[in-house]
């Protein structure tokens, strides 16, 4: 199981890389990589190119950065869509996020 959980942390990595490439060629996108989080901002105004991806949440703190994050992507006036795999956590994050709405 603990080989299982690396596999699925490396996936959802690889993943968020692959959403960040498209941002690296264009000069008015921004990404912002935290030990707990990424968020890719194309400047475009479609959720396809504007990503939150790769939560990594304790649940003491996941609220307040689920409010913090919500609050930049307001701040954008621009949608995002957020992804949510199986290594993001905590494992309730899900429930959390539709919570914030």
Avoid: Y
Avoid at 27 to 33: E, V
Wanted: with cysteine; hydrophobic share 45%.
């Amino acid at each position: 199981m603990k080989d299982l959980g690396k596999l699925q942390r490396a996936i959802e990595e690889n993943l968020a890389e692959h959403f960040c490439h498209l941002h690296r060629h264009l000069a008015s996108a921004t990404i912002t990589h935290t030990d707990g989080l990424l968020i890719a901002d194309s400047s475009l105004d479609d959720d396809t190119f504007n990503i939150i991806a790769g939560a990594r949440f304790t649940p003491e703190i996941a609220a307040a950065r689920i409010a913090e994050t919500t609050a930049f992507v307001e701040h954008a006036l621009r949608p995002f869509s957020w992804w949510v795999g199986p290594a993001s956590s905590p494992r309730n994050i899900g429930e959390l996020l539709v919570e914030a709405q």
